[in-house]
């Protein structure tokens, strides 16, 4: 059953079949209702007047747990290629051949991985103060 919110205002307006298109798409995209839509983009229009002159930009629930889930993946591989290149390095270190060139090379790819994990690590911080802001408000 569909949630049905009651509102005592009612906005009407006059679009192109490409604007409503345009709407509906986005609306669908987003998981979204047209009215749900269309409210939270009044409120970035009202709740930010500069915000409405750069054309604004609309983040939903929704679209940073996705982004959320797809940095625990990079880390899931970034811990799965430490393990590899650890245990070569292992194998190295213990004498299953001489190749000290190998082993700096495999020191530098872990620290390129530390690097990456730290650019990731500053991502999901920066994703978790958007998160935490309520750039849109209201219910």
Do not use: P
Not at 37 to 48: E, G, T
Not at 78 to 85: E, K, T, V
Not at 111 to 116: E, G, N, T
């Amino acid at each position: 059953m569909t949630k049905v919110l009651k509102y005592g205002n009612v906005l009407t307006a006059r679009v192109s079949d490409a604007d409503f298109r345009a709407v509906c798409e986005r609306a669908d995209e987003e998981g979204l209702t047209r009215s749900e839509y269309l409210r939270y983009i009044v409120r970035l229009v009202a709740d930010d007047a500069a915000n409405a002159q750069r054309g604004g930009v609309l983040l939903d629930g929704r679209s940073m747990r996705k982004l959320s889930r797809e940095l625990v993946k990079w880390g899931h591989h970034y811990n799965q290629g430490m393990h590899a290149l650890n245990s070569i390095k292992f194998a190295l270190d213990h004498g299953r051949g001489d190749l000290e060139w190998v082993s700096g090379k495999l020191d530098e790819c872990a620290l390129l991985l530390a690097q990456v994990d730290e650019g990731r690590a500053d991502i999901a911080k920066s994703i978790s103060s958007l998160e935490a802001r309520a750039i849109v408000g209201g219910d």
